[in-house]
């Protein structure tokens, strides 16, 4: 048996992944992101500014940012990954952070603790903030997707500002406000020839669902600077919430951080 395939099974840790309903980026990034050893599991629930087969609008409303995180549904979603065997959890969401601000998203945490099954609980911005100070980054900039508006962009430069965070630069990328037209040598392009020049410490591709972890390692050795994304951000210090800290340090494909610990 020793030549038997892999099936899965014998995952030594298991993270598992809330994500809006018609959202495949963040189980394709996180899977991609995992050795062997590392399964990911996840959650949807509804999230009204995604149609079927992942259509946006545009710009994307406001009303469903918050309405995400509003119980009963997440607190469900949640609930019910939480029953499985895991090893920690996390919210593939980017832009329900921004509009509750620090203060709204320590009440969404306090408020999911009774349902996680005692399992470790990251996000997002969460986690982008332990990585910002794993990597002693003080000056960052936040790459938004296209679909959020300037609104949405400057709360979320707002939400790292209330952490002390110098934000150089922040905006929505000017890349087609589409999931299937952003690729990793356009994301590249743009953070090329328009973040750059801001010097950053660390640059942070925000929003889960904008395809990015392809570009962290070619841009860190072109750039000089830290690059990190949602996905990224999320795999990282889920691991190391689950005591895999070993299995953290072994991704060497996507990123400085990975080499670091919270």
């Known amino acids: ?18 994500v ?3 959202d495949v980026g963040p189980e394709a990034e996180l899977q991609a992101m995992a050795p062997s050893s590392v399964s990911i599991h996840g959650s949807r629930i509804h999230f009204a500014a995604m149609r079927a087969g992942g259509e946006m ?16 549904f997440l607190d469900q979603a949640v609930e019910l990954v939480a029953a499985s065997p895991l090893h920690a959890l996390a919210l593939a969401f980017t832009s329900s952070s921004y509009v509750l601000k620090a203060k709204g998203e320590e009440e969404l945490f306090e408020r999911l603790a009774p349902v996680t099954r005692g399992l470790p609980i990251t996000g997002t911005t969460v986690a982008a903030r332990a990585a910002f100070r794993a990597l002693g980054a003080h000056k960052i900039a936040i790459v938004n997707p296209p679909w959020f508006d300037d609104v949405l962009s400057q709360q979320g430069a707002d939400y790292f500002g209330e952490f002390g965070f110098d934000v150089v630069h922040h905006g929505p990328c000017g890349l087609p406000s589409n999931q299937k037209a952003i690729t990793p040598t356009n994301l590249s392009a743009w953070i090329r020839t328009t973040v750059a020049a801001h010097q950053p410490d660390a640059v942070l591709v925000a929003g889960n669902g904008i395809r990015a972890v392809g570009t962290i ?4 050795e072109e750039l000089g600077f830290h690059v990190v994304t949602a996905n990224q951000v999320i795999m990282w210090h889920a691991l190391h919430l689950a005591d895999a800290a070993h299995i953290a340090a072994g991704i060497t ?3 400085h951080l ?3 610990k919270p």
């Open 258 to 260: 990975f080499s670091t």
């Open 217 to 220: 390692k070619p841009l860190e």
């Open 1 to 18: 048996m020793s030549n038997a395939p892999l099936d899965g099974w014998d995952a030594s840790t298991r993270i598992g992944v809330v």
């Open 57 to 72: 609008d545009e710009k994307i409303p406001h009303d469903p940012v918050r309405a995400f995180v509003e119980p009963p």
């Open 20 to 22: 809006p309903h018609a």
């Open 253 to 255: 494909d996507y990123g």
